[in-house]
């Protein structure tokens, strides 16, 4: 358990639905990530917060939307998503160096 | 080419054996992570490195700075040490994360 919470673990979504993806952590930390792991590629950093506010959003497409209400959550929405946007999105916080992953979200786009 | 190489891509060990898993980078870093992905995705980080060597339990990290290579040693190896393990950089210039494909590693009893 590394104090990063992800939910739903699961999520299989249609290309004309909204879903929305959520992290948590009460790690106290100020910075939060969305990350995403296709098969066999390294895991690419999507968006990083520092103190509620977006400090890096790395040319992702604006389907994804992400959403930091205050700094202990992340929020992911997905909206007219697309099958290559199948993978695993990964969470994790920091305070510092060490980022704390949460245990992912596995996305499968029909 | 990926600015960090992890290899081998896959590895298969008999339990009891040491196994080696290399990561190299091509740019300027302050600090190299090792970090371990169980089956049903969570990440645990190891080891943050940025000289030196780090022994934890049965896992030892190494890095050279100069050569821009870092080794992520398992003595003894267990089938619960099977997992993928990453190493992600740390850029002299930011605190962002550059991640290696990550190798594969399976521990038969």
């Known amino acids: 358990e590394t104090g990063v919470t992800q939910t739903p673990r699961h999520l299989v979504m249609g290309m004309t639905n909204k879903k929305s993806l959520k992290c948590e952590q009460h790690l106290g930390h100020n910075a939060m990530y969305w990350y995403k792991q296709s098969a066999k590629k390294p895991l690419e950093l999507m968006f990083v917060y520092n103190f509620k506010e977006q400090t890096e959003n790395n040319s992702v497409p604006s389907r994804f939307s992400p959403e930091c209400p205050n700094s202990s959550h992340l929020f992911l929405h997905l909206h007219t998503l697309q099958p290559e946007d199948s993978a695993l999105y990964l969470c994790a916080s920091s305070q510092g160096y060490i980022q704390y992953f949460g245990a992912g979200t596995r996305l499968s786009v029909l | 080419k990926n600015e960090v190489e992890q290899s081998p891509q896959n590895l298969t060990a008999q339990e009891g054996e040491f196994i080696t898993i290399n990561c190299s980078y091509s740019?300027?870093?302050?600090?190299l992570h090792w970090l371990q992905q169980h089956p049903g995705g969570g990440i645990v980080s190891l080891f943050m490195l940025s000289s030196g060597k780090k022994k934890h339990g049965r896992l030892i990290a190494t890095i050279n700075i100069q050569e821009k290579h870092s080794s992520l040693h398992i003595t003894a190896s267990h089938p619960r040490d099977s997992a993928v393990y990453i190493c992600a950089a740390v850029k002299s210039s930011g605190d962002k994360l550059t991640f290696g494909t990550g190798t594969r590693l399976a521990v038969r009893p």
């Open positions: 740019v300027g870093i302050s600090a």
